[in-house]
């Protein structure tokens, strides 16, 4: 049973546009909602990460965006550039003992110029 | 800064053969975890232990032992390889207040003929 589904699988996006990618949860123990970013040949690093409590968290040009009722949350990568083609995994996790890290498929961004 | 250091980065196996993957860490983190990374799969958790001497088992814990004898250090054994054991397989560590904040290693590209 997938915990955390991610979509879309591959992401397209042209230098200067927006790439978003979406993820939906199925269990509402989770508490904290993590993105990484991985690179070629690299082990993944976390991004950025966002509680439940807050609908929107914003670091630089990536935001996330959190839909608690619904149990879904996002990535938005404004102004994208080529240095942010990745592959983009998000997760979850619950505290209470110890908090595994449940993570999506993964979504394999390309920006190109 | 080390932080996360795994070796070997690579390796060929031929079924049944068994072999160790090394992972150290330099952060004195309580958290360490394996986790294998297949493919439209994601992240998937092997073992993970939460300090020296305790180890347990994650998602797919099948054909891998864990040990833990000292917080820096939690080495992965394949006990008898299999093709299904083919893999990208990286350590991560993370502090027990923020676990969900996982830092990576490098990875080790093990392939089972």
């Known amino acids: 049973q997938q915990q955390v589904k991610q979509s879309p699988q591959s992401l397209i996006v042209q230098k200067g546009g927006i790439s978003i990618i979406n993820c939906a949860y199925e269990?509402?123990?989770?508490?904290?909602f993590p993105w990484y970013q991985q690179f070629p040949g690299k082990g993944p690093a976390l991004l950025i990460a966002?509680?439940?409590?807050?609908s929107e968290k914003k670091e630089g040009r990536f935001t996330i965006s959190f839909n608690k009722s619904a149990k879904q949350f996002s990535l938005h990568i404004m102004d994208s550039q080529p240095g942010d083609s990745a592959t983009y995994f998000c997760?979850?996790?619950?505290?209470?003992?110890?908090?595994?890290?449940?993570f999506g498929t993964g979504t394999k961004l390309q920006v190109i110029p | 800064n080390a932080g996360v250091t795994q070796t070997p980065k690579f390796q060929v196996l031929k079924t049944g053969q068994s072999m160790t993957l090394q992972c150290a860490q330099d952060?004195?983190?309580?958290?360490m975890s394996w986790y294998r990374q297949d493919p439209g799969m994601g992240l998937r958790l092997i073992h993970y232990?939460?300090?020296?001497?305790?180890?347990d088992q994650g998602e797919v814990p099948n054909g891998y032992n864990v040990s833990r004898s000292t917080t820096e250090d939690f080495p992965l054994r394949l006990l008898s390889a299999a093709p299904s054991q083919t893999s990208v397989y990286f350590c991560?560590?993370?502090?027990?207040?923020?676990?969900?904040?996982?830092?990576f290693g490098s990875g080790t590209q093990l392939s089972v003929l």
């Open positions: 991560a560590s993370s502090p027990a207040w923020w676990a969900y904040k996982l830092f």
């Open positions: 269990n509402t123990a989770f508490d904290y």
């Open positions: 966002i509680r439940p409590d807050v």
């Open positions: 997760a979850a996790s619950k505290t209470g003992g110890y908090q595994k890290v449940t």
């Open positions: 952060m004195n983190h309580e958290y």
């Open positions: 232990s939460v300090g020296a001497g305790i180890t």
